[in-house]
């Protein structure tokens, strides 16, 4: 989902100076601060974006992301929002 909906946006090109290619990325965040606040979905500018709550904060660009992968992301979050292992 974050490479279909996301990358194009959020990655090398960095837009709003963020990037969310890898974990640390996203920890860091961007202008508005981090995107994920591991175990706090309420907090993460992520869940906010894709659950487009917000006028100015609504992710991403081309529609809003189906429930089940809204849902997804949050359980993610919650968990801590692991990462894979690069190899």
Sequence with gaps: ??????????????????????????????VTGPAVVPGDPEKSLLIQAIRQERPELQMPKGGKLKKREIDDFVEWVKAGAAWPEAR
Excluded: T
Aim: include cysteine; glycine fraction near 14%; aromatic fraction near 0%.
């Design 1 to 30: 989902v974050l490479d279909a909906n996301c990358l194009g946006c959020h990655s090398k090109l960095a837009m709003a100076g963020l990037r969310l290619d890898s974990r640390a990325a996203m920890l860091k965040g961007g």
